[in-house]
């Protein structure tokens, strides 16, 4: 990272639209005053040549470790691993298996660390009120969203977004708790009918939790041999307004490639989050986590998801829509980061053509 009160970045520029191939990002005092053609840039002083492609820094809204160390552990070490990978806005998440002292002392810990922390925004619930059948380490009681549970939870005053499956008892109060805050609500972890899905979307959900992993349906088998009910994901994709978060590995281990274009053409480019989904595990150039022979989340970095997306064949602009802008819109800091232009924070992350990052800019 490089922190200068004014500069100007040359290189090959990725916009919302298009691609400047011969572009320029000048920055001032942390904000971009000029993002667009070298030719029409009003440069600064401190001119940087990169060789490389010029993206807006990644936003990671759902990740839990950050090499082999936990977010609840230590969210300081996990936000530097991800920022040295170009993502300068990330969400702490905090998964349904800590319990509720867990979840709570994770809360603090990220509260603490984002004092020190400027890649840190915030927290993401994965839980806990998830179906218990389903994700890595699944719960075996049964669940309801309890409000003396929950509301110290909303309350925290650093919740970003929280994961529920929208069958549990009790989560269509809960997401009207989240609303009256500004939390965004997401669906996930879930067999809901398509009828529970559309009720949880009518109540404020806006996001979906990692879409065609830890899901069902909630008829199966299918009542007619040779037809396909309709499950989570099909529900989820048939209603308008939502997001759909992607852990876009290389193998399509996690969502096979046709189900990207499927969602893709269902949704548009405009409306899927690429996510890491990371859990821990040292990087030893795999990017999926198996624990007991069960898959549990990934070891992706967001250039490595950015650079999955590219080999599905998304456009640069898609790639920073799917990894930058569409994540800080959910957000809801899209005003301030997600996207090169005018007037936002200078979070620039500058990757080469296998998307290794050569540089990354924090405002």
């Known amino acids: 990272m490089r922190v200068m009160d004014e500069y100007t970045l040359l290189g090959r520029v990725v916009l919302r639209d298009r691609v400047a ?7 001032r005092d942390g904000e971009i005053v000029y ?11 401190n001119v940087i040549s990169e060789t ?13 470790a950050g090499g ?16 040295i990978h170009g993502t300068t806005t990330v969400c702490a998440t905090l998964y349904r298996d800590l319990g509720t002292e867990g979840i709570m002392n ?23 009120f998830l179906n218990p059948e389903l994700g890595a380490r699944s719960a075996k009681a049964d669940i309801f969203a309890d409000p003396a549970v929950y509301m110290p939870m909303l309350d925290c005053g650093i919740l970003r977004h929280m994961t529920f499956a929208p069958e549990v008892e009790g989560t269509e109060q809960l997401m009207r708790e989240m609303k009256k805050r500004g939390i965004a609500g997401s669906i996930g972890h879930s067999k809901a009918s398509p009828e529970q899905v559309r009720r949880a979307v009518a109540c404020g959900a806006s996001n979906v939790t990692h879409l065609f992993d830890a899901t069902g349906a909630s008829i199966s088998p299918t009542r007619w041999a040779g037809t396909l009910e309709t499950d989570f994901n099909i529900a989820a994709l048939s209603c308008e ?18 189900y990207v274009a499927l969602v893709k053409r269902c949704a548009g480019a405009g409306s899927i989050i690429g996510i890491t989904d990371a859990c821990g595990g040292d990087g030893d150039g ?7 022979g069960e898959l549990n989340g990934s070891k992706l970095t967001m250039n490595r998801v950015a650079a999955n997306f590219r080999a599905l064949g998304f456009s640069l602009p898609e790639i920073a829509a799917v990894t930058s802008l569409n994540p800080a819109r959910l957000l809801r800091v899209d005003s301030t980061v997600g996207s090169l232009e005018a007037g936002k924070r200078a979070d ?12 990354v800019f924090k405002a």
Not at 21 to 27: L, Q, S
Not at 106 to 128: D, F, K, S, Y
Request: net charge negative; with cysteine; glycine share 8%.
């Open 21 to 27: 191939e011969k572009g320029a990002v000048c920055v």
């Open 35 to 45: 993002a667009g053609s070298a030719a029409d840039a009003p440069f600064l002083s």
């Open 52 to 64: 490389g492609t010029v993206m807006p820094g990644f936003v990671d809204i759902h990740c839990h």
């Open 68 to 83: 082999s160390t936990w977010f609840h552990e230590d969210p300081a070490a996990c936000a530097e691993y991800h920022f």
């Open 106 to 128: 994770g809360i603090e810990a990220v509260r603490q660390a984002m004092n020190t922390c400027p890649t840190i925004c915030g927290v993401h619930l994965e839980g806990p």
């Open 241 to 258: 307004g939502l997001t759909y978060e992607i852990i876009c590995d290389r193998e399509g281990v996690h969502v096979r490639p046709e």
């Open 286 to 292: 795999e990017e999926i986590n198996f624990l007991d």
């Open 348 to 359: 620039i992350v500058v990757l080469d053509d296998d998307f290794d990052v050569i540089n």
